[in-house]
């Protein structure tokens, strides 16, 4: 039902009308407009869809004091320029060779860690794959150059993260099975002194692996990209995080533009990947605007919205797939919460200089389709702006129900950010529709506190975070 649901949503939005005299033509998705697509009448303007280049915004330079004024606004990916690369060993943890002291109970408990948090919001991996094939040879192998292995180790890496965000909310997950085997007195990243970073240990044990797998393009080598930015996302590498994330897109080119053989299993598995890649990339191109996009996201009408098909080897079914299923539902709305804010941004980001800009008729459609989003969620995941915060100590509350309710905060403050463009720049040609929106845009802004109070009780697992904070 759900993909029935978002299919209806996409193709309702495809169907606005888009008014004819003054809005530009819609730019490519996720890219800032440029030469190559300026508008027909040269005063139609595009306003950047990036949230912290509203300092950018002339009205808002002329309010600034001049020694907070940018003579460039590229000024973010100049300050992550000069950053310092990160550290290769961190011997004073870890000795040489430390993998071969791992014990299966604390590779098990990390990756249980892992899915218990990052892999519910973002499905790089198949819990089943990974549990009855994937660890095993990793771990047979003795952690060798390989896929299975450079999976294993990114998994666990971001396995250490996980297990401080389930001490961080005192709580558990029905994903969550701390193994009573586990020897906590060994020296495992999850326990980590703070003057080292959480996974940095296993993080570079893949990179070392990973170095003799560049040319392959297979299934597990776009998990590990995917991985990888997930974990450089944690640690605020915006930069680097999109970098992982282009070398994931090309591994999903690869498969689609070419036979994609496979079973179906193969081929779900891929359309998930790609999903993710696309909505990674979106979000970084959009807000670091001088990043370029890859040929991915011109794919989007190629390739399916994934439907979780069953590994066909899969074992006997457990409650733990019941679970699974909602946190699927959840992945799903966010891909469909990604397509309505790309043709928000290629659809209402322009100005003109007689101030008749955005479009009445079109943004009444765009909230109209943003409730419409909301009010399709599947009843577990479904609120309105009565409705009570989520219980926070139910970590799936904090990590799927409040990430949603967030989301439609920022599609919301998205959405009204031309009508508070309009206000500040051509306040004479404001009408009372313009006020409204304006309104509400500010009306977001300050719930942006409320909603992010209980995320941000668990720090170490904030997919993206740089973006949240970008907002």
């Keep these: 039902m759900i993909l029935n649901k978002l299919e209806r949503l996409d193709a309702k939005i495809d169907q606005i009308t888009v008014p004819s005299a003054s809005q530009p033509p819609a730019p490519i998705p996720g ?11 040269p005063k139609v303007k595009p306003i950047s869809f990036s949230a912290h280049l509203m300092i950018e915004w002339p009205a808002v330079r002329e309010l600034l004091p001049q020694s907070v004024v940018v003579p460039n606004g590229n000024y973010a990916l100049q300050l992550e320029e000069e950053r310092p690369n990160l550290p290769i060993s961190q ?3 870890y000795p040489e060779g430390f993998l071969a002291d791992l014990s299966v109970s604390t590779v098990r408990e990390l990756s249980d860690a892992y899915f218990a948090t990052f892999n519910l919001m973002t499905p790089v991996l198949d819990r089943k794959l990974y549990f009855h094939r994937t660890l095993g040879a990793a771990i047979n192998g003795g952690f060798g150059y390989d896929a299975d292995s450079c999976v294993v180790l990114m998994t666990m890496a971001l396995g250490c993260w996980g297990s401080q965000t389930l001490s961080e909310s005192h709580r558990t997950s029905p994903l ?3 193994s009573p085997l586990s020897d906590r007195s060994h020296h495992t990243p999850s326990e980590q002194s703070t003057r080292d970073l959480p996974g940095l240990a296993f993080y570079n044990e893949a990179r070392k692996r990973i170095g003799f797998l560049e040319c ?3 299934m597990q080598i776009c998990q590990f990209y995917l991985l990888a930015a997930t974990y450089l996302g944690q640690l605020l590498r915006p930069v680097d995080c999109w970098s ?5 897109g090309t591994c999903c080119l690869k498969f689609w533009e070419t036979s994609n053989e496979g079973d179906e299993w193969t081929k779900d598995m891929f359309s998930r990947l790609f999903w993710i890649t696309v909505m990674f990339e979106t979000v970084f191109t959009q807000e670091l605007t001088d990043l370029p996009a890859s040929k991915i996201r011109d794919m989007e009408d190629r390739v399916p919205l994934p439907k979780f098909v069953q590994f066909k080897h899969s074992f006997t079914t ?19 919460h990604r397509i309505f804010l790309t043709r928000v941004y290629s659809s209402s980001y322009y100005c003109t200089p007689t101030g ?3 479009n009445m008729s079109l943004t009444r459609e765009l909230y109209h389709q943003l409730d419409q989003w909301r009010s399709q969620l599947p009843p577990a995941l479904r609120f309105d702006d009565d409705s009570p915060d989520p219980d926070p100590e139910v970590l799936t509350n904090v990590l799927v129900v409040s990430w949603l309710r967030a989301r439609y ?18 306040p004479y040609a404001l009408t009372e529709h313009d006020r409204h929106r304006c309104k509400q845009t500010l009306e977001s802004i300050l719930r942006w506190a409320a909603i992010m109070r209980n995320i941000s009780n668990v720090k170490s697992c904030i997919p993206l975070a740089f973006l949240m904070c970008g907002q």
């Excluded at 992982?244 to 994931?248: I, V």
């Excluded at 457990?318 to 946190?327: I, M």
């Excluded at 905060?409 to 051509?426: I, Q």
Aim: hydrophobic share 30%; net charge negative.
């Design 409 to 426: 905060s920022v599609a919301r403050y998205h959405l009204g950010r031309p009508f508070l463009y309009k206000a500040l720049h051509h």
């Design 176 to 178: 969550y099975h701390p």
């Design 318 to 336: 457990t409650d733990a797939d019941d679970d699974e299923s909602f946190y699927h539902y959840h992945f799903l709305s966010q891909i469909a």
């Design 356 to 358: 008749d800009y955005p």
């Design 31 to 41: 890219r800032e407009p440029d030469s190559s697509q300026q508008l027909a009448d």
């Design 91 to 93: 011997q004073r943890s």
């Design 216 to 218: 392959e393009h297979s």
């Design 244 to 248: 992982m994330t282009m070398r994931a």
